[in-house]
């Protein structure tokens, strides 16, 4: 299996980030993909976007170099129980992709029922698109109640490959939340969370797990151009087929 589109990327646009727009589409060119999703964290992280930044993706090309761009956003899940940034409406209206996920500078890890009230929340939030990096140990939730509400909700799942790579403990969750996609037809989108350009599809370790676990690649919406132009037909009436080289 392998992905055509890296969903989950952050640029310097936050101080723990260490790459331009620019290298960031340069490193998906030398990876081979297809398209890159930028999706940097919002206001409520310390070194955050300010909500202008998302305001002003629509004058980043809709093709650079020849990879498509998608405008995203990764949201902070807030306390008590699933709040997300204050971005404006007619901001949040614009963006193509909206990650949201829980980080502890944002949101302290609580208890499990907590965690899972919060992402409950979050599941009938009308402008989250994706559940970012579920598998993080800290952030124990009632697995099998989430996912089996997402297909209802127009929710998809992300399967983070840094989770696999520098959140200790993150494994064992990720393979569950992963089965329990598989049980409930959940599509899943397979992301780097990179941070630096040449970490830009780089999914080894996340691949390795789902293939371990016989997950189907249909349900891999960035393993197919194809389906990844569907789901973005479906979910934004977004037509990337139609991107042009430097046009907004």
Not at 39 to 57: V, Y
Not at 184 to 211: C, F, R, W
Request: hydrophobic share 45%.
């Amino acid at each position: 299996m392998q992905i055509i589109a890296d969903m989950h990327t952050h640029t310097n646009v936050s101080a723990h980030a260490h790459s331009s727009l620019a290298e960031m589409v340069q490193g998906a060119k030398q990876a081979g993909l297809a398209a890159i999703a930028i999706t940097n964290h919002a206001p409520a992280m310390e070194d955050g976007a300010h909500q202008w930044h998302f305001a002003n993706l629509n004058i980043v090309p809709r093709k650079m170099d020849g990879i498509a761009v998608l405008r995203g956003v990764e949201l902070n899940i807030l306390p008590p129980a699933g709040g997300v940034d204050a971005i404006e409406l007619k901001y949040m209206k614009n963006l193509d992709y909206v990650i949201a996920s829980f980080h502890p500078p944002c949101f302290p890890p609580a208890s499990r029922e907590v965690h899972t009230l919060a992402l409950e929340n979050i599941l009938h939030n009308p402008y989250v698109t994706t559940f970012g990096h579920l598998g993080t140990e800290d952030f124990a939730f009632d697995q099998e109640h989430i996912i089996s509400q997402c297909n209802a909700c127009g929710k998809i799942v992300e399967i983070n490959n840094n989770s696999l790579a520098i959140r200790r403990g993150s494994h064992g969750n990720c393979s569950s939340i992963a089965k329990l996609c598989m049980k409930y037809q959940v599509p899943v989108m397979v992301t780097s969370d990179a941070h630096i350009a040449h970490m830009v599809g780089k999914v080894g370790n996340a691949i390795q797990m789902l293939e371990e676990i016989g997950f189907p690649e249909e349900l891999v919406i960035n393993s197919s151009w194809d389906r990844l132009a569907d789901y973005f037909r479906q979910i934004r009436g977004l037509d990337i087929n139609a991107f042009e080289e430097g046009v907004v």
